[in-house]
């Protein structure tokens, strides 16, 4: 039974670039959210998204933007890209009340 | 709003010793409440859950923790500890599905284990 998987694992990019990041979920999950770790913090909730809607939303600009496929895969874009954005990227799946799976997330490094 | 809060950033065990790592938090309705491991450069591992029911929950790799309402904590403990568990640990709460079931984070706890 195949976890969540995110990919790139790393990515580099330039101040101002935009850049998309991947999610599938685990096997039979509906359910993606998206969480950003800057060094040393714990993790912040970026927002969710179910049934290919944005259902719940956290305290970022509108710089961060998703989507959700009919397969329940989902995708992290962010635009003009700050220093401040350097961080890992963690996909999170979940079914109902059941509890967020998390991928190896997506290490982001802007320069 | 729900907030999760870990007083303690490092805490240094020898190997075989027990374990426990603090946890409170603050939300208006029954919680949601999880323990998560992450290894350096690593996602994060869920250890085990509390929705409902028993107190005491037990988890992976040999944790448990017990959700006392009345102190807003839910520590985990480990009986004898081993060299592999030495990761950061989160504790975090999250709403029903219903509210959208984000999660909230404290600010983890690194475990260093000494022989």
């Known amino acids: 039974d195949a976890g969540v998987t995110q990919s790139p694992t790393h990515l580099i990019k330039t101040r101002g670039q935009q850049v998309t990041l991947r999610c599938s979920p685990k096997?039979?999950?509906?359910?993606v959210s998206w969480y950003q770790q800057a060094l040393g913090q714990g993790p912040q909730f970026i927002f969710q998204y179910y049934e290919e809607e944005e259902r719940q939303r956290g305290n970022f600009p509108d710089r961060f933007s998703g989507h959700q496929f009919p397969n329940y895969s989902s995708e992290l874009n962010v635009n003009a890209l700050l220093l401040g954005d350097s961080a890992l990227y963690l996909c999170?799946?979940?079914?109902?009340?059941?509890?967020?799976?998390f991928g190896p997330g997506t290490r982001l490094t802007v320069t | 709003a729900q907030s999760v809060t870990q007083p303690d950033i490092h805490i240094t065990v020898s190997e075989g010793a027990s374990l426990e790592l603090r946890c409170n938090y603050s939300?208006?309705?029954?919680?949601?409440l999880f323990w998560y491991v992450q290894s350096p450069g690593q996602g994060l591992q869920l250890l085990l859950k509390?929705?409902?029911?028993?107190?005491l929950v037990q988890g992976i790799k040999g944790f448990e923790a017990e959700f006392k309402r009345s102190q807003s904590s839910f520590n985990l403990r480990k009986p004898s500890v081993h060299w592999s568990d030495a990761a950061e640990y989160f504790c975090?709460?999250?709403?029903?599905?219903?509210?959208?079931?984000?999660?909230?984070f404290g600010a983890g706890t690194i475990l260093r284990v000494k022989s």
């Open positions: 939300y208006g309705a029954t919680p949601y």
């Open positions: 975090a709460v999250g709403a029903s599905m219903e509210y959208g079931n984000k999660l909230v």
């Open positions: 096997s039979g999950h509906d359910t």
């Open positions: 509390y929705f409902s029911g028993d107190t």
């Open positions: 999170a799946s979940s079914l109902e009340d059941r509890g967020q799976y």
